[in-house]
């Protein structure tokens, strides 16, 4: 949602990986384009995390980042574990529930509103040290595979899978996969006599559609790549747009038409930049 600076309202829109490493890879018209695009719409662009991990990959693209999002003010927006965990702390209303990690701005002069200098000490963290060295050995696989466990035993309800079935499939998986990472919570819920109300998880319902419409409506064979598409696209009904690439918007767009919590959401791809 919108986010007021200096009495001026921004909307916050998430730039997927693809369309960051466009930027860094064009240096003149499609970051004059954003540049445009910051000003007039207005907006601040968010990042996600996992496009962060992405593109460390790479050590030329990363060193892009830094240089760029050094100047161009931009927002970190918040993992899937962090966002499932004010989901349920506002449980069953996710209206209050903060999108924002970290605003990284030149003109903010607090120390760790360096980018190059909190990435520095993120990196640099033992513990995430470790965890970005397991991602690369193999959680990739992990997550991709607890995901399509998801599906198991689940069929269209006639000759193919159709967009009513991606409501059902995410009204029978959200339930699931909250009780799977926090089910103490859950097992509370149950003994009041409830269940998890899928629409009181608007990152899991994001991520659960992606997983449908990448893997049962299209029938792709599921590569570790989709595991960065869903983490990071599972914040969307939080933000006021996206920019991703085309098959990602055409997700997005499937979504929207179907389920009212990204009525909200612009939708746009790499061509708004050129």
């Known amino acids: 949602m919108p986010i007021e600076l200096n009495a001026k309202k921004y909307e916050l829109v998430l730039l997927d990986t693809g369309v960051i490493s466009e930027l860094l890879k064009n240096r003149n018209e499609e970051r004059l384009a954003l540049t445009r695009l910051m000003i007039g719409r207005p907006m601040i662009p968010c990042v996600s995390i996992?496009?962060?991990?992405?593109l460390r990959e790479s050590e030329d693209l990363y060193k892009s980042f830094i240089e760029l999002f050094s100047v161009v003010p931009f927002v970190l927006v918040r993992?899937?574990?962090?966002?499932?965990?004010?989901e349920i702390a506002n449980y069953p209303d996710p209206s209050s529930v903060e999108p924002v990690a970290f605003?990284?701005?030149m003109f903010n002069p607090d120390p760790d509103a360096n980018l190059s200098s909190f990435m520095g000490k993120l990196f640099s963290h033992p513990e995430v040290k470790r965890s970005e060295r397991a991602w690369g050995s193999g959680w990739k696989r992990e997550s991709l595979n607890a995901m399509l466990a998801l599906k198991a035993n689940f069929q269209p309800s006639g000759d193919r899978?159709?967009?009513?079935?991606?409501?059902?499939?995410?009204?029978?998986?959200?339930?699931?996969?909250v009780s799977s990472q926090a089910p103490i919570w859950v097992k509370g819920l149950i003994n009041q006599g409830k269940t998890p109300?899928?629409?009181?998880?608007?990152?899991?319902?994001?991520?659960?559609?992606?997983?449908?419409y990448r893997f049962y409506a299209e029938q792709r064979e599921p590569e570790e790549q989709d595991v960065f598409d869903i983490l990071i696209g599972n914040i969307a009904s939080y933000l006021d747009g996206v920019i991703t690439e085309n098959f990602?918007?055409?997700?997005?767009?499937?979504?929207?038409?179907?389920?009212?919590?990204?009525?909200h959401l612009s939708i746009d791809t790499m061509s708004i930049l050129r």
Request: proline share 8%.
């Open 197 to 212: 109300k899928p629409g009181a998880f608007p990152s899991v319902k994001m991520a659960l559609y992606t997983v449908f």
């Open 248 to 263: 990602q918007a055409e997700i997005y767009r499937k979504v929207k038409n179907r389920d009212p919590f990204l009525n």
């Open 50 to 54: 996992w496009s962060v991990l992405e």
């Open 103 to 105: 605003a990284f701005s």
């Open 79 to 86: 993992d899937p574990i962090n966002l499932l965990e004010d």
């Open 161 to 177: 899978y159709n967009a009513k079935d991606a409501g059902r499939f995410v009204e029978l998986a959200v339930p699931q996969y």
